[in-house]
Nanobody, 120 residues
Framework: QVQFVEFGGGLVQPGGSLRLSCEAS???????????MAWYRQQAPGKQREVVA????????DYVDSVKGRFTISRDNAQKTLYLRMNNLKPEDSATYYC??????????WGQGTQVAVSS
């Protein structure tokens, strides 16, 4: 089993920056280092989570068009922590952000997420 704890969200003005972190733990957390991981966001309860950014175990990254050039995904050397650096935030980036495996078949239970609110 793997558990995720996401943190680093908050209220920020348009154009501001935040850095989100996701820490993995549990009896099988070592699997995270071998898995392509992603940040997801859910903009309203009941709305589908969308992939915002993903990173392979070798470090290759991909982003949804709406965040390209503004967000950067990374993972630490021990690969137990996932990061999302968000610059030039826009109101439409407001959402609850989660981390999990990129592949549907490999996903573990969702964490509680971290809320990001972009407003003046």
């Amino acid at each position: 089993q793997v558990q995720f704890v996401e943190f680093g969200g908050g209220l920020v003005q348009p154009g501001g920056s935040l850095r989100l972190s996701c820490e993995a733990s549990g009896s099988a957390f070592y699997l995270v280092s071998m898995t392509s991981m992603a940040w997801y966001r859910q903009q309203a309860p009941g709305k589908q989570r969308e992939v915002v950014a993903s990173i392979t175990n070798s470090g290759s990254t991909d982003y949804v068009d709406s965040v390209k050039g503004r967000f950067t995904i990374s993972r630490d050397n021990a690969q137990k922590t996932l990061y999302l650096r968000m610059n030039n935030l826009k109101p439409e980036d407001s959402a609850t952000y989660y981390c999990n495996a990129l592949a549907v078949s490999l996903r573990w239970a969702w964490g509680q997420g971290t809320q990001v609110a972009v407003s003046s």
